[in-house]
Nanobody, 125 residues
Framework: QVQLVESGGGLVQAGGSLRLSCAAS????????MGWFRQAPGKEREFVAA????????YYADSVKGRFTISRDNAKNTVYLQMNSLKAEDTAVYYC??????????????????WGQGTQVTVSS
């Protein structure tokens, strides 16, 4: 079992930056891939970024490519999402998730086994 706790959300002006963190506990952190998803009001949850168990591979949604960076520190059991050049349309609750299948970097939420409680990101225009 894995517990995930996100932090770092908040209110920021358009063009600004935020860094989200997701602290994991339980199962060995380096044994699973991690992803970030988001859900805006009235919309379905969507994929944002994912990273392999080693950190050697990453994948991004087209909407955030070039602006967001996912990374992980296996020594600190933490995955990060650095968000730059934020736009109003990035406003959402952001969730981190753990995928126990080390062979892939999943973009579909049904592939993920555990989820955090979410952190709100609000970008004012």
């Amino acid at each position: 079992q894995v517990q995930l706790v996100e932090s770092g959300g908040g209110l920021v002006q358009a063009g600004g930056s935020l860094r989200l963190s997701c602290a994991a506990s339980g199962r060995t952190f380096s044994s699973y891939a991690m992803g970030w998803f988001r859900q805006a009001p009235g919309k379905e949850r969507e994929f944002v970024a994912a990273i392999s168990w080693s950190g050697g591979s990453t994948y991004y949604a087209d909407s955030v490519k070039g602006r967001f960076t996912i990374s992980r520190d296996n020594a600190k059991n933490t995955v990060y999402l650095q968000m730059n050049s934020l736009k109003a349309e990035d406003t959402a609750v952001y969730y981190c998730a753990a995928d126990f299948d080390r062979s892939r970097i999943g973009v579909r939420d049904i592939l993920y086994d555990y989820w955090g409680q979410g952190t709100q990101v609000t970008v004012s225009s």
